[in-house]
């Protein structure tokens, strides 16, 4: 299986903040990556797909990027409903696997 | 708009099974497959394994294989995941998702279900 690591696990961060999240991929998945964010409570919501290509009406101050084994989602101005869970996930191979998440707090 | 509606929460025994249902709407529901990712309490999400709703084929992780069943029924557009030989491991929210493509882009949800496994 492809394991995918996060890092890191949990930030602290103000509105208004760039805030870089990484995850990496065991193996090559070209840029078969995408990215989740999870409210407590909540169903993933599905943000980014391709490692790049945002879903339909997920905010432009989201955006990815990589290829390969290395990755990021970078949130340009952090904003008080992006406080939440990322996840990242491989679409290379079956099974499908997920970084262990980023829990993005409030500073 | 393409909704995923869980069945409601369950309380089980250790050893016991638990069948876990979500109707799909708003798309074909024969041409996407769909996947079980569960959640334990504070960890993250681990997928369990797809079905093809046009096929009735199916994939199993191998941690659920022998214990995992999934099935569905196109005429009411709902698709199940049974559990079975349940231990306390096994308590958490299980979720159905909509895959953009076998290996999973998962672009849809449903709410989850919770399921306790609790003498």
């Known amino acids: 299986d492809i394991q995918m690591t996060q890092s890191p696990s949990s930030l602290s961060a103000s509105v208004g903040d760039r805030v870089t999240i990484t995850c990496r991929a065991s193996?090559?998945?070209?840029?078969?990556l995408n990215w989740y964010q999870q409210k407590p409570g909540k169903a993933p919501k599905f943000l980014i797909y391709?490692?790049?290509i945002l879903q339909s009406g997920v905010p432009s101050r989201f955006s990815g990027g990589g290829s390969g084994t290395d990755f990021t989602l970078t949130i340009s101005s952090l904003q008080p409903e992006d406080f939440a869970t990322y996840y990242c996930?491989?679409?290379?191979?079956?099974?499908?696997?997920f970084g262990g998440g980023t829990k993005v707090e409030i500073k | 708009q393409v909704q995923l509606a869980q069945s409601g929460a369950e309380v089980k025994k250790p050893g016991a099974s638990v069948k876990v249902s979500c109707k799909a709407s708003?798309?074909?529901?024969?041409?996407?497959?769909i996947h079980w990712v569960r959640q334990a309490p504070g960890q993250g999400l681990e997928w369990m394994g797809r079905?093809?709703?046009?096929?009735?084929?199916?994939n199993y992780t191998q941690e659920f294989q022998g214990r995992v069943t999934m099935t569905r029924d196109t005429s009411i557009t709902t698709a199940y995941m049974e559990l079975s030989r349940l231990r306390s491991d096994d308590t958490a929210v299980y979720y159905c998702?909509?895959?953009?493509?076998?290996?999973?882009?998962?672009?849809?949800w449903g709410q989850g279900t919770l399921v306790t496994v609790s003498s």
């Open positions: 998702t909509r895959g953009v493509a076998a290996a999973g882009t998962f672009d849809s």
């Open positions: 708003g798309y074909t529901f024969t041409a996407y497959y």
């Open positions: 079905i093809n709703p046009n096929s009735g084929g199916t």
């Open positions: 193996q090559s998945i070209s840029t078969y």
């Open positions: 391709a490692a790049s």
């Open positions: 996930q491989q679409s290379y191979g079956t099974p499908p696997t």
